[in-house]
């Protein structure tokens, strides 16, 4: 069973939509039978919203599912209420991140493309605390407590079940001064730290690798259990956007694959960002 509490909320969704739509009702007319309005049927299909166990068994015997099936759902709906580690209030996390930071929890696979700034899962501090300033009106102690959650993922790499995680920076980010350059020298070598991990893979975009598809940055998520489909991520200032449908995604990992073909090879990578620090050592 998926860990995290979002996690748990995008299976129960997965699974009912599944259950409606096997029996080919429609959300208006499950709405009918149960006696509630369609809307709250489709709610509870797309993760808008906790759902109460007593609405996943109305639900369960009005499809006349096992016991074992209703038990399980129920037993999802009950654990996507509670809150993850990241959630407590005064951590200077935004809500619609908070739902990332959940999928993120119980991811197999990691492909991440970096197009502006280094990759969150390998920043030092002082290097996540100039973005924080710089893209958010936070005080100076809420900058700290979103910088300490960001520090507290990166942990995920270095777990024994970690995920294979593959990273595709442009160069322009290495060479892109944030804070100063001693700042830049240590958030590269930490970078160079991170890829002595075994599941950690990353490549240097270079600036003369020709054309490539131009998507801006993105990051794809996989997850352990095939009912669970891959997600897409793209975050902006003040939202996100989340692409689960079976092109959409096919299209990003077709994308990533061209990426990663035109980018260095992780060794010339770390080859290139070692002679980068060599030029904010000088």
Known sequence: MAGSPTARRRRLSIELKKLREGHGFTCAQVGEAL??????????????????????DALCRFYKTDDELREFLKTLARQAKTRG???VPGTGVPSWFSVYIGLEQDISTFRQYQCEFLPGLMQTFAYAAELHHATNQLSAEDVERAVRVRMERQAMLARPDAPDAWFIVHESTLRNVIGDEALMREQLERMLDSMELPTVTLQVLPFNAGSYPATGSFTMLGFPDPEDPDIV??????????????????????????LRAAAASPRHSAQLIKSVVKEYAR
Not at 47 to 56: A, F, H, L, N, T
Not at 241 to 248: H, V
Request: negative net charge; glycine residues 10%.
């Open 35 to 56: 006696d509630w309005s369609g809307s709250k049927v489709n709610r509870m299909e797309t993760g808008q919203g906790r759902v109460q166990p007593s609405d996943v």
């Open 85 to 87: 580690w990241w959630q």
């Open 233 to 258: 991520y793209r975050d902006g200032i003040t939202d996100a956007i989340y692409l689960e449908g079976e092109d959409d995604v096919r299209e990003y990992a077709r994308a990533f694959d061209k």
